[in-house]
């Protein structure tokens, strides 16, 4: 297993927070503002162990070869738009996190949801349910558009949980191998749970339980033509366990946390970043700069 992964499955805990805006609000300001306001707010807060967030282009069917009895489209006013994945290496991480920002400063973050979201599921992914089989991208913190063919595969079980989850885990192990996948990591997801959303003082806005989904696959593989090659051999496999493939190219993905410190993304948002990179400069990426902008949570941070 790379080190990536290994650093990916010290999480304990991910908290898969799917969406879609408010109806009257223009995409673009909507995933800017998720990236660049909401994020680094998120991304400071203690006892996160990696923060991610997916940007979706609409479903796309024709990546996913036909399978007897399993639906490839998504209606339109469906579609998910982004997801937001937030890993906790421990229960200790998750209560600090919880106790950050005090109840006041922690309602004009949240108010973000009311300000954006039309509807979102947050799905819990616990222990062994959450894992990356391989990443072979070397690359720690993705910010920014993929350089290779990245979909989110989001599925709905066919039958029993149980036997849909040893299937996707089968699966997983199956593709893993295959030297044409360059990232693989399989979420298996909990029933939403609202009385504990409530608790976290988030506002509820889940999607019906028909819309919800069972599993998630973040896949980068060397071409398109690669996941139509592995879908069309695992055929039998997926039509006995599933029911729905939602094929949601990832247009991009930025990671605002990694391995429990805030990214220069973070910090700073994807602007900074992007505008750094044009004129190919580092010193505003410092660690004492940064330290001394933003305080003891900077320690260490350095530009990806």
Known sequence: MSS?????????????????????????????YWR???????????????YRHFQFAPVRPDLIPA?????????????????????????AALDAFSAEPDPVTR??????????????????????????????????????????PTVALFLRQRGEEAAFRTALSS???????????????????????????????YPIKTHPQERQ?????????????????LITASGAAISAAVSTIHAYPVRAVYTSNQAGKPTFVGLRGYPALAAMRALGGTNQAHPALLEWMYGPVAAGVGAA
């Open 171 to 201: 699966l997983a192990q199956t593709w893993a191998q295959d030297s044409a996948v360059i990232r693989l990591r399989l979420a298996l997801f909990e029933a939403p749970d609202m009385e504990a959303e409530a608790k976290s003082g």
């Open 107 to 148: 309602g004009h973050l949240l108010a973000d949801i009311e300000l954006i979201v039309d509807q979102s599921t947050t799905y819990r992914v616990v222990e062994t349910l959450g894992h990356t089989y391989v990443d072979r991208s070397d690359t720690a913190q993705p910010q920014g558009e993929p350089p290779r």
């Open 36 to 50: 660049d306001v909401h994020s680094p707010a998120i991304a400071r807060r203690p006892g996160i162990w990696e």
């Open 4 to 32: 990536l992964a290994a650093c990916e499955n010290r999480a304990w805990l991910g908290r898969v927070t799917c969406g879609w805006k408010k109806p009257e609000l223009p995409l673009e300001d909507v995933l800017c």
């Open 213 to 229: 989904y069972q599993a998630w696959i973040d896949l980068t593989t060397v071409s398109e033509a690669d996941l139509a090659r």
């Open 67 to 91: 399978l007897a009895g399993v639906e490839r489209d998504c209606p339109a006013d469906a579609q998910l738009m982004w997801t937001s994945d937030v890993r906790y290496a421990s229960q």
